[in-house]
């Protein structure tokens, strides 16, 4: 009997948990994984408190090279090119052609460039990857003054790694508040009063209209208004794409993203996608929907991988999104269906988001906080759909579970409604009698 061959197109999250499961269920099979990323895989979350100085460089790899050597994993340091699923081969930019017998398709996604006058002078960034990160620490050294463009949790880790490295930093919102489609009002003014007391100048109602240069290199911005500030470094945020190319080009169905079934299968029997590129059915709404999150990388990664061994028989359970992030030094938790709908700041995804967090439903929200720490509830009509909490997390764990649960609060509801002078105080009280 030969060994199959799995080969893994790209060396995030997804295909790292893609190969645990494959060699998990075939000590035999063969796993070759073609990434183009020199670095290899690393922690992406982990950047934010790489660029502050929070976290050494070193400590973003989370196998060893003995973990990796006991997955028993080729892998190539080149870019895919093109995939011929009828001839079933991968052909990589170097001309060489890579046979498989499942392929897993987990290419990623890429920040959006800014489109005005000026986006390819010297001393544009993003943050995309680890050399992104090393350009913006090495330039936010030398920069006096930098400018950040965008919303979403990407814009807010260059902010406070520019802050760290002692930059003056200009901060550009199209509105009057942060990652509008997600956080509400008083989240939002949370986040910019606490990045005000850090000394950032945030500029509300201002859009960019054009870098200015010298000698090629950032000089100034201008602003939709015409004004003219002067700096050296301007860092864009407005969100990520899906990275489909190779899949468009190779005859896969795709829409923003990937389009796959319930067991990640892309349109062929022998092509599997996950991660940021994957959009997956949604059983709370019927649609399609993509997660730019690194948990969900993984999970579809671990399911994949799984089904990739051993034949379909796993479904991908979309399930609530959650993430645990910083926001402006506060922890943060977003569960389920919390936001409103749109972003002028943001043109995709912002990464480290869902989609699901910014669908407009008809849940009744209800928000209470003291000071910094705040709990918000998105309540549908048996189910809590969604919540955000900042700053104490003492109720986190909790609401994941009611949330993630669809635990029916039915009787509970209109209790958590009247206490909107202490919410957590309410959701404690609950708790105490709630049998999940």
Not at 333 to 344: H, K, L, P, W
Not at 410 to 434: I, M
Request: proline fraction near 4%; hydrophobic fraction near 45%.
């Amino acid at each position: 009997m030969t060994r199959r061959r799995h080969v893994l197109v790209g060396g995030g999250p997804a295909t790292v948990a893609a190969a645990e499961a494959i060699r998990g269920a075939d000590a035999d099979a063969e796993i070759v994984v073609v990434g183009a990323d020199p670095h290899g895989y690393y922690s992406r979350p982990g950047l934010a408190y790489y660029i502050t100085g929070e976290v050494p460089g070193r400590r973003l790899f989370p196998l060893s090279a003995s973990d990796l050597r006991a997955l028993d994993v080729t892998w190539i340091g080149a870019r895919a090119a093109a995939v011929e699923p009828a001839a079933h081969e991968v052909v990589l930019d170097d001309g060489r052609r890579l046979a498989y017998d499942r392929l897993l398709l987990a290419t990623g996604s890429q920040a959006i460039r800014a489109s005005v006058p000026g986006a390819d002078l010297d001393g544009v960034v993003k943050l995309d990857d680890m050399d992104d990160a090393r350009e913006i620490i090495r330039r936010g050294r030398q920069a006096k003054a930098a400018v950040v463009v965008g919303g979403g949790i990407t814009a807010l880790e260059i902010v406070e790694g520019l802050r760290a490295r002692g930059a003056h930093v200009h901060y550009f919102l199209r509105r009057d508040r942060y990652w509008s489609n997600v956080l509400s009002v008083i989240e939002s003014g949370v986040v910019l009063r606490r990045l005000r007391r850090e000394g950032v100048e945030v500029h509300p109602h201002t859009d960019l209209a054009a870098i200015h240069g010298r000698s090629g290199r950032v000089s100034a911005v201008e602003t939709g208004d015409g004004a003219t500030i002067p700096c050296d470094l301007v860092a864009v945020a407005v969100g990520v794409r899906p990275r489909v190319e190779l899949a468009r080009a190779a005859g896969l169905p795709c829409a923003r993203g990937v389009l796959v079934d319930q067991h990640l299968r892309a349109g062929d029997a022998d092509v599997y996608a996950a991660g940021d590129i994957a959009e997956v059915a949604d059983p709370a709404t019927g649609g399609r929907v993509l997660n730019v999150l690194w948990n969900v990388a993984v999970a579809m990664g671990r399911i994949a991988g799984a089904n990739m061994a051993t034949g379909p028989h796993l479904p991908y359970d979309e399930g609530r999104p959650l993430n645990v992030t910083r926001l402006a030094g506060l922890h943060t938790t977003i569960i389920g269906t919390v936001g409103n709908g749109d972003d002028a700041d943001l043109q995709g995804l912002a990464r480290g988001d869902s989609q699901i967090w910014s669908e407009l439903g008809d849940e009744d929200v209800v928000e209470s906080g003291r000071g910094e720490a705040h709990v918000r509830l998105a309540l549908g009509e048996r189910t809590i759909e969604g919540a955000v909490v900042m700053g104490d997390q003492t109720l986190s764990p909790r609401l994941q579970e009611l949330v993630e649960g669809r635990v029916d609060l039915s009787q509970a509801s209109a209790a958590l409604e009247r206490s909107l002078a202490d919410l957590a105080c309410g959701v404690r009280a609950y708790w105490g009698s709630c049998r999940v």
